[in-house]
């Protein structure tokens, strides 16, 4: 199936490695033209050498901190300047830190709201007026399950990502006359570099790791970075274009809501 992403600009935020590596790499296959942004400029080379290798996609890379007030809007226009257009943002960057209230202070708080809030906002304020000039485009807000059905120790996480589920819904309404969509899509538990930290936290390997949590969700298994790309690349095809203002689950069935 043609998805209609051959060409298309995609900017990517946290593209060196994770969901937001597997996204990359699975628009690259899809002959769209990519760039992403990360803090670890090795890091980031190395994954985008990996897509060129693999799909012969033109990747272009940024150095960008998501909490950083100017990255987000410098990483939109640089990549608007490179391609002469953007087509779809997808809001990948931000971690999974999950704690009981009592133990977040006002620092950890803003520091949640700048990466998880505030990049979205700002990536989507830079990338919306290319978009209309064009004609349209796609805003991909990354989330988490958690944001739906908040859960006692899930701070600043769920809430910070509520914020994000409002931010799409409401965007998506300000700029259906446009023609761009704006959707969000929640991740449950899927293997992740951060996954791996946690196994070697509680000192399991990380086969073991990934076992013992694959039993807590009714697929019997954690997802796979690339599962959610698959969906992430939906939303930003041809094949989705009377979708806008949704959150799709990608967690194997854990969530207890729609």
Request: charged content about 25%; aromatic content about 6%; glycine content about 12%.
């Amino acid at each position: 199936m043609e998805w209609g992403l051959r060409g298309k600009v995609v900017a990517i935020t946290g593209g060196s490695e994770g969901i937001g590596g597997a996204t990359a790499m699975r628009f690259g296959r899809e002959g769209a033209r990519v760039a992403i942004c990360a803090r670890r400029a090795d890091v980031m080379e190395g994954a985008a050498e990996a897509i060129r290798k693999a799909t012969g996609a033109e990747v272009m890379t940024v150095v960008a901190d998501a909490a950083q007030a100017e990255d987000m809007p410098r990483f939109i226009e640089e990549t608007v300047r490179r391609y002469g257009r953007i087509d779809a943002v997808v809001n990948n960057a931000g971690g999974t830190g999950q704690r009981p209230f009592d133990v977040v202070d006002d620092k950890a708080w803003q520091n949640d709201i700048d990466i998880k809030v505030f990049a979205q906002i700002r990536t989507a304020r830079a990338a919306i007026p290319h978009m209309k000039k064009q004609g349209g485009g796609r805003i991909i807000n990354l989330n988490m399950v958690g944001a739906k059905q908040p859960f006692a120790g899930s701070f600043p996480t769920t809430i910070t990502r509520a914020a994000g589920l409002a931010l799409t819904k409401a965007l998506s309404k300000e700029l259906a006359p446009f023609n761009i969509l704006v959707n969000a899509v929640a991740v449950g538990k899927i293997k992740s570099k951060q996954q791996e930290r946690n196994a070697a936290r509680d000192k399991m390997s990380i086969s073991d790791f990934y076992a013992k949590v694959g039993k807590t969700v009714p697929l019997g298994r954690m997802g796979e970075a690339e599962e959610v790309a698959n969906v992430i690349a939906f939303l930003a095809s041809d094949a989705a274009s009377y979708v806008t203002g949704c959150c799709i689950n990608v967690d194997g069935g854990l969530s207890g809501v729609l």
